[in-house]
């Protein structure tokens, strides 16, 4: 039984298309691609409802953040007193007196560059070391962290206190210990006091707070490390250690590039914090403070409660602008020793 050949273009005698390959395949796809694809997208698209999940955080920070920030601006330029309904349009005469004329702005200046110059120095320096001792997760060491942390979760005024009875110059745990230490050394012929009238020293006051500020901060920066620190791959230092590199070799050229991240993170956080000290030197020298520990924060605080709200204003705006170009130049200075961290 012979079958006949079939004309090119014909349809076979049972009805059925014998049509294979690509020409087929291509005409089924342009037959149902269209829709099928509306229905894929329609079923892969996201809901409406979920952009609206960010809208309670958009809300809240429009109207408690960017609506103040755009006053704040506003009332730099005038001379508004906080109360009155009548103001003047000052221009930039605001700014001009705290950049130019007025002393006690220029110190609480100089105070907080010397506060965040100390901080920072200190707290990066012992939150790594802390970091790296405490590495890893025995029980003696998470115990250790849990004790570096805990006066993360003390308030400022409470570690304010608590530093104002160690600072105390007549029954203050600090002058006991160093008393003692004087004590020994005068014992064995060595002439010295180390005893100190601590926040009564306008000297080294300042420097004082900053100690305390650094012992409420190490074991929350001390976190921060430590996660870096995990997160890097062992084949890096196993490949290290294959090529003779030794343990400060290691630390230099694998570990420290690892955590120009979590660097950048510390220090950001150590220098809104330094500037944010407000409560901590309140809770230290009182209110007002006193010339040698006043810093920004409290100095913006005593204007606005001299009722100088336009010139209180300007200086918050300064005041802004310094840490973002503090924060911008530690980036930069980052990004210039590891040129991977972006």
Same mark, same amino acid.
């Given at each position: 039984?012979?079958?006949?050949?079939?004309?090119?273009?014909?349809?076979?005698?049972?009805?059925?298309?014998?049509?294979?390959?690509?020409?087929?395949?291509?005409?089924?796809?342009?037959?149902?691609?269209?829709?099928?694809?509306?229905?894929?997208?329609?079923?892969?698209?996201?809901?409406?409802?979920?952009?609206?999940?960010?809208?309670?955080?958009?809300?809240?920070?429009?109207?408690?953040?960017?609506?103040?920030?755009?006053?704040?601006?506003?009332?730099?330029?005038?001379?508004?007193?906080?109360?009155?309904?009548?103001?003047?349009?000052?221009? @930039?005469?605001?700014?001009?007196?705290?950049?130019?004329?007025?002393?006690?702005?220029?110190?609480?200046?100089?105070?907080?560059?010397?506060?965040?110059?100390?901080?920072?120095?200190?707290?990066?320096?012992?939150?790594?070391?802390?970091?790296?001792?405490?590495?890893?997760?025995?029980? *003696?060491?998470?115990?250790?962290?849990?004790?570096?942390?805990?006066?993360?979760? @003390?308030?400022?005024?409470?570690?304010?206190?608590?530093?104002?009875?160690?600072?105390?110059?007549?029954?203050?745990?600090?002058?006991?210990?160093?008393?003692?230490?004087?004590? *020994?050394?005068?014992? *064995?012929?060595?002439?010295?006091?180390?005893?100190?009238?601590?926040?009564?020293?306008?000297?080294?006051?300042?420097?004082?707070?900053?100690?305390?500020?650094?012992?409420?901060?190490?074991?929350?920066?001390?976190?921060?490390?430590?996660?870096?620190?995990?997160?890097?791959?062992?084949?890096?230092?196993?490949?290290?250690?294959?090529?003779?590199?030794?343990?400060?070799?290691?630390?230099?050229?694998?570990?420290?590039?690892?955590?120009?991240?979590?660097?950048?993170?510390?220090?950001?956080?150590?220098?809104?914090?330094?500037?944010?000290?407000?409560?901590?030197?309140?809770?230290?020298?009182?209110?007002?403070?006193?010339?040698?520990?006043?810093? @920004?924060?409290?100095? *913006?605080?005593?204007?606005?409660?001299?009722?100088?709200?336009?010139?209180?204003?300007?200086?918050?705006?300064?005041?802004?602008?310094?840490?973002?170009?503090?924060?911008?130049?530690?980036?930069?200075?980052?990004?210039?020793?590891?040129?991977?961290?972006?």
């Amino acid at each position: 039984m012979t079958q006949q050949a079939t004309p090119a273009g014909a349809a076979p005698a049972n009805g059925h298309s014998t049509e294979t390959g690509p020409d087929r395949s291509v005409a089924r796809r342009g037959v149902d691609s269209g829709p099928s694809r509306r229905r894929r997208r329609a079923a892969t698209a996201p809901p409406l409802s979920i952009y609206l999940f960010p809208l309670p955080a958009l809300v809240v920070f429009v109207i408690f953040f960017m609506i103040p920030t755009l006053q704040a601006f506003q009332y730099a330029i005038t001379d508004w007193n906080g109360y009155s309904a009548d103001f003047n349009w000052v221009g @930039l005469d605001n700014f001009k007196r705290a950049l130019v004329g007025d002393s006690l702005f220029h110190n609480a200046l100089f105070n907080n560059l010397k506060f965040l110059l100390v901080v920072l120095f200190v707290q990066t320096t012992f939150s790594l070391i802390l970091a790296l001792a405490l590495l890893r997760n025995t029980r *003696i060491h998470i115990a250790l962290r849990a004790l570096f942390f805990f006066p993360t979760i @003390l308030s400022s005024v409470s570690v304010a206190f608590v530093w104002k009875f160690i600072y105390d110059p007549s029954y203050g745990l600090g002058n006991s210990i160093l008393g003692g230490i004087s004590a *020994i050394s005068q014992a *064995i012929g060595l002439d010295v006091d180390l005893t100190s009238s601590f926040l009564g020293n306008d000297a080294l006051a300042i420097y004082w707070i900053a100690l305390a500020q650094c012992w409420a901060h190490i074991g929350q920066l001390m976190v921060i490390y430590i996660a870096g620190l995990q997160a890097i791959p062992a084949e890096l230092y196993e490949a290290a250690e294959m090529d003779g590199a030794g343990r400060w070799q290691r630390f230099w050229n694998v570990t420290w590039p690892q955590l120009a991240a979590p660097t950048g993170i510390v220090m950001a956080y150590t220098t809104v914090q330094s500037f944010k000290a407000f409560d901590l030197i309140l809770g230290l020298s009182g209110i007002p403070p006193k010339g040698s520990t006043d810093i @920004l924060s409290t100095r *913006i605080y005593t204007t606005f409660a001299n009722s100088q709200y336009g010139y209180a204003a300007a200086e918050s705006v300064i005041f802004m602008i310094l840490i973002g170009v503090i924060t911008w130049l530690q980036r930069r200075a980052i990004h210039a020793v590891h040129p991977s961290e972006d």
